[in-house]
């Protein structure tokens, strides 16, 4: 199935065996191509935010068993960013370089984040705040040499303090369960080919078109800003 990079004019086939082959042996040689991985992580999130979308549609207006819990609130923003999932996470490759074995932990730690905190939905307002937050720490679990806590911070849009304060919370709403075995890192990134493999091809390029589209957006308002700002000279 073939899907267009994001980063780049050129074409690509996203195929299970190329996405395993970038996961396991990505060469920054290149750096106008993004790891695979960012694209089909960023698809397999969006449709779990289009689910719990419905899910929340369905329920509003009726009491419901599901109850948040206070803390896990800290990830909710006031109002959801301007930008998708897939642009925020080639936003955080382009500043920080993050593996693609980074990306895979930082799913890890989703997917526990969210079975240890069951009343959790991964939203629009949330889902930008949590990926900074387990990126940053996915960073330093991988990684031998990191940056700061406060250039992430700067990365994801945040101050240093409330990033702290996200990390910390993420910690003690994990458990602590931050050790990812070489099993438990093979299945996610079956998993990850699965998406790829069985009908995820579809999501992929949406989620590639919506990107584009946004892309596209802002720098038609940051032309006329500019005409604008030429002319008021």
Same mark, same amino acid.
């Given at each position: %199935?073939?899907? $267009? =990079?994001?980063?780049?004019? =050129?074409? #690509?086939?996203? =195929?299970?065996?190329?996405?395993?082959?970038?996961?396991?042996?990505?060469?920054?040689?290149?750096?106008?191509?993004?790891?695979?991985?960012?694209?089909?992580?960023?698809?397999?999130?969006?449709?779990? %935010?289009?689910?719990?979308?419905?899910?929340?549609?369905?329920?509003?207006?009726?009491?419901?068993?599901?109850?948040?819990?206070?803390? =896990?609130?800290?990830?909710?923003?006031?109002?959801?960013?301007? @930008?998708?999932?897939?642009?925020?996470?080639?936003?955080?490759?382009?500043?920080?370089?993050?593996?693609?074995?980074?990306?895979?932990?930082?799913?890890?730690?989703?997917?526990?984040?969210?079975?240890?905190?069951?009343?959790?939905?991964?939203?629009?307002?949330?889902?930008?705040?949590?990926?900074?937050?387990? %990126? @940053?720490?996915? $960073?330093?679990?991988?990684?031998? @040499?990191?940056?700061?806590?406060?250039?992430?911070?700067?990365?994801?849009?945040?101050?240093?303090?409330?990033?702290?304060?996200?990390?910390?919370?993420?910690?003690? /709403? @994990?458990?602590?369960?931050?050790?990812?075995?070489?099993?438990?890192?093979?299945?996610?990134?079956?998993?990850?080919?699965?998406?790829?493999? #069985?009908?995820?091809?579809?999501?992929?390029?949406?989620?590639?078109?919506?990107?584009?589209?946004?892309?596209?957006?802002?720098?038609?308002?940051?032309?006329?800003?500019?005409?604008?700002?030429? #002319? /008021? /000279?």
């Amino acid at each position: %199935m073939a899907t $267009s =990079s994001s980063s780049s004019s =050129s074409s #690509i086939a996203i =195929s299970p065996r190329k996405l395993r082959s970038d996961l396991y042996s990505y060469s920054y040689k290149n750096d106008g191509n993004n790891p695979l991985v960012i694209t089909v992580l960023a698809s397999l999130i969006e449709r779990t %935010m289009v689910r719990n979308e419905r899910i929340d549609a369905k329920n509003c207006g009726r009491r419901t068993l599901r109850q948040r819990d206070f803390r =896990s609130k800290v990830f909710d923003c006031r109002e959801a960013p301007d @930008m998708t999932v897939q642009c925020y996470l080639e936003r955080i490759f382009r500043y920080t370089k993050a593996g693609p074995s980074v990306y895979v932990v930082a799913y890890v730690y989703i997917d526990r984040f969210c079975e240890a905190n069951s009343g959790f939905r991964i939203t629009a307002r949330n889902v930008h705040r949590l990926l900074i937050t387990t %990126m @940053m720490v996915a $960073s330093k679990y991988v990684e031998d @040499m990191n940056y700061r806590n406060s250039y992430f911070a700067r990365v994801g849009g945040l101050t240093t303090k409330e990033l702290n304060k996200l990390e910390v919370e993420l910690l003690f /709403l @994990m458990g602590f369960k931050l050790h990812v075995n070489v099993s438990v890192f093979e299945s996610y990134c079956s998993h990850l080919e699965r998406e790829v493999s #069985i009908g995820g091809g579809y999501h992929i390029e949406r989620t590639i078109r919506c990107a584009e589209e946004i892309k596209s957006r802002q720098s038609e308002a940051q032309r006329i800003y500019n005409q604008i700002a030429r #002319i /008021l /000279l």
